[in-house]
């Protein structure tokens, strides 16, 4: 492509190493240390005054809720601050001193920019009025809102389809964004609406949906409190939902036991120094996990199959393990599958999982004996080809002990975006609902598409491809959240528009269609205000809770636009005032979309009262062990295969993970404390046997190579590092490696990505 020639542009940014330091692994999380790194990042980007003024506001009822994970408050959220490092680190980011203005794009080309690394890009600052990169030109430059929007207009309008268009949207968005922006996908024309669920939690989406009839976990907050067994798979809370650890302090003050089943032993599960309380900071903290379940990459139905194997060899001994009352009553498929489990015997299920018999059998008599049971997972469940079924094991086990619609029981996919699941909720999907559809017309008067949209990996084909060439994304950092980085990069400059509504630079930005359009919005913690009164938007929680979020900050800058504003205007813009739909009134009056909400999305009734002060949960059959919406009225007990990962003599099975100092795809800094490094991100964790067999050296510099269809992907330049990892699997950090997913390996049925299970080589540099 001619775009591509005349910018020479580094997709990935530098692959030079930063100076690398190593410590012992951390053997607790928070503490006195998480509340000083924390606060050292928050003065260094917005000073005391404005940290303390913004912390005091963060996840409390009549303030803003935390930009980073969706972790719900408390009923009584504390005074003393209820957020955590990483919510802190969020804020400081969002709040920044720093900005990009006119004078930093005027100063850096985009070939320039593109080959700082995504710390450095992230940490440019807050952007500040619209910019436009034009067709040839490799600097942004000022535009008008107004121009900006006919822009879009223009370029939409001359599509030959209204497919040709896709329509991004990150978990970052308030419920009134998401809503809006689905509205005017729909009247469009199309159903190309991929978002960042598609890329995580997608697969429990399928997986619940199908056995249990709601795509959403079924706990409260307060469940954590009563629960007698918490199992986290999948998951590292102590970096990812920090918050996450007060509950399970909770549980263990209550009595309660945690399982932790994950291929590295993560600081956060090992023991807690909660921050807010006295004795977390003086004493040792709270040991949190009880056993550790050290399984494989991805053979995590292996082993909770052998649970359950074991599980049923007592049940028919007579001890009653399984809740014969409960499975009569409202499951469907227990025969089969007791007869699937004879096909595996407990020796070959225990080769595959790899994990010790000894935990096995003590995991197999606690569970025996407990039936308040909460299993929490994240993407170390979903991203796998597998991924939908690692749910549905969960889910067999849980409808095994009965552990479903009670207190201190249920399903709890942990989500990462602080909004996914409410932008999800109020219309944001790329399947077409018979039923939505129908409330869309009734209310808004104009006949929404009735064909599936594109999904993420769908979409970033289409784009690949030529079909699809207006690409427009509502937040988010879709190029380094994407699978096949190279193969994304190429997708994004071959369409003729890439617009981003963003509130920092990031890397899809310098990547850029043909031309390309930044859109500068209001952060979480800003002032919203019309008409000299703040409006506030709405946020729904990771366990189904809707509440409202109030901006306290002055916005960075005062040529900002919220979201629904840029939404709506780019929608009266396209219809030139020629629609059913009163574009311009319902981006300035949150409050009329809010009452739109109400007569389209079920459970929105009355939101604008609602969602006022602590807020409310949305519908939940589970709760109610309601399952009439599937056949027989009953969930549904799954039949799950065994992963199939065969590797070579040298091939490994890699997966990518966090660290400490990163949401997402934002880098706060080049540490993971908890992990041991410091100053460098280009890491691979390995086994110290894996390493003397292949003849590695600690340190030692490696590309690491995955050949997925006869095409090689490469991520270069990473150290070695010995860690305690199960042997034949790596551990490396996202994006750096994202490259060498490919964008066609997807999870069955949720289109997921691989990301958890990439089958590599190591290249040894010398």
């Not at 932008?423 to 008067?445: A, C, P, W, Y």
């Not at 699978?483 to 890439?498: F, G, I, K, M, P």
């Not at 979480?524 to 509440?547: A, F, L």
């Not at 086994?687 to 991520?715: C, G, I, T």
Request: glycine fraction near 8%; include cysteine; hydrophobic fraction near 35%.
């Amino acid at each position: 492509m001619s775009t591509i020639k005349k910018r020479d542009i580094s997709i990935l940014g530098p692959d030079t190493f930063t100076g690398i330091r190593l410590k012992t692994p951390a053997q607790y999380a928070a503490g006195l240390p998480a509340v000083k790194i924390a606060l050292q990042h928050a003065f260094k980007e917005i000073g005391v005054v404005k940290s303390f003024h913004a912390l005091s506001q963060m996840n409390q009822r009549e303030g803003f809720d935390c930009p980073g994970c969706a972790w719900p408050d408390p009923e009584k959220p504390s005074k003393i601050g209820e957020y955590c490092e990483n919510g802190v680190k969020a804020i400081a980011e969002e709040a920044t001193n720093k900005r990009v203005d006119r004078d930093f794009f005027a100063k850096y080309s985009i070939e320039e920019l593109s080959r700082w690394s995504d710390y450095q890009i992230g940490k440019s600052g807050r952007l500040t009025e619209p910019m436009v990169l034009r067709p040839d030109s490799i600097y942004y430059e000022p535009i008008t809102w107004e121009k900006a929007y006919q822009l879009i207009a223009k370029e939409l309008k001359v599509l030959n389809s209204p497919d040709e268009g896709v329509f991004y949207t990150s978990g970052r968005s308030s419920n009134e964004a998401a809503f809006l922006y689905g509205l005017f996908v729909r009247a469009f024309g199309t159903n190309n609406m991929p978002d960042c669920s598609n890329m995580c939690h997608e697969s429990s989406g399928v997986a619940l949906n199908e056995t249990l009839g709601i795509g959403k976990g079924s706990v409260k907050l307060d469940d954590f409190d009563k629960a007698e067994v918490v199992i986290v798979i999948g998951q590292n809370p102590g970096t990812n939902h920090p918050r996450m650890l007060s509950a399970l302090q909770k549980c263990k003050e209550n009595g309660g036991k945690v399982i932790s089943i994950n291929p590295l032993e993560e600081a956060g599960l090992i023991r807690f120094k909660n921050p807010q309380e006295v004795k977390g900071v003086l004493s040792s903290g709270t040991a949190l996990t009880d056993i550790h379940l050290q399984v494989k990459i991805n053979q995590d139905i292996a082993l909770l199959k052998l649970i359950i194997k074991k599980l049923a060899v007592l049940d028919k001994e007579g001890e009653n393990v399984f809740d014969h009352r409960f499975i009569e009553t409202y499951t469907d498929g227990y025969e089969i599958l007791m007869q699937d489990l004879e096909k595996y015997s407990e020796e070959e299920l225990l080769v595959h999982c790899g994990v010790q018999l000894e935990r096995v059998n003590e995991t197999v008599h606690l569970l025996a004996e407990k039936n308040k049971i909460i299993i929490c997972w994240a993407m170390g469940l979903t991203q796998h080809k597998n991924g939908v079924d690692n749910i549905k094991e969960c889910v067999n086990l849980l409808l095994l002990k009965g552990s479903l619609g009670k207190p201190g029981a249920g399903t709890c996919p942990v989500r990462g975006h602080s909004n996914v699941q409410g932008d999800r909720s109020v219309g944001i999907m790329h399947h077409v609902s018979k039923e939505l559809n129908e409330t869309i017309q009734k209310t808004f008067n104009f006949t929404p598409p009735d064909k599936e949209g594109l999904d993420t990996v769908h979409a970033i084909k289409a784009m690949h491809d030529g079909n699809a060439k207006v690409f427009i994304a509502l937040g988010g950092n879709f190029l380094s959240a994407a699978s096949d980085t190279l193969y994304t990069a190429e997708a994004l400059q071959r369409c003729n528009l890439t617009v981003n509504i963003s509130t920092k630079l990031n890397r899809t930005h310098l990547v850029p269609g043909k031309t390309a359009l930044i859109l500068p919005t209001l952060g979480r913690s800003e002032v919203d205000m019309v008409d000299g009164k703040p409006r506030y938007v709405t946020v729904e929680n990771s366990m189904g809770k809707v509440h409202q979020s109030k901006g306290i900050l002055k916005p960075v800058s005062g040529n900002l636009k919220s979201e629904p504003e840029i939404i709506g205007n780019i929608a009266h813009t396209y219809f030139s005032k020629g629609h059913s739909v009163d574009w311009k009134n319902l981006c300035i009056n949150y409050e009329l979309i809010r009452d739109k909400m109400a007569l389209v999305i079920k459970g929105f009734d009355n939101v604008n009262a609602k969602s006022k002060g602590t807020g409310y949960y949305l519908p939940n059959n589970v709760r109610e062990l309601d399952f009439s919406k599937l056949p027989e009225n009953k969930a549904k007990f799954s039949t799950c295969s065994l992963p199939d990962h065969s590797l070579a003599i040298d091939e490994f099975l890699l997966m990518t993970i966090r660290s400490h100092d990163q949401f997402n795809t934002t880098i706060y800094g080049l540490d993971d404390r908890y992990r041991g490094v410091y100053n460098e991100r280009r890491v691979v964790f390995m086994n110290p046997k894996d390493m003397q067999r292949h003849k590695l050296q600690k340190l030692d510099v490696v590309d690491l190579v995955s050949n997925y269809d006869a095409k090689e992907r490469r991520a270069s330049q990473f150290l070695v590092i010995p860690y305690n990892i199960p042997e034949g699997n790596l551990a490396s950090y996202f994006p750096e490696t994202n490259v060498l997913v490919p964008y066609n390996h997807y999870a069955d049925k949720s289109h997921t990505p691989i990301s958890k299970s990439i089958v590599v080589r190591l290249d040894l540099l010398q």
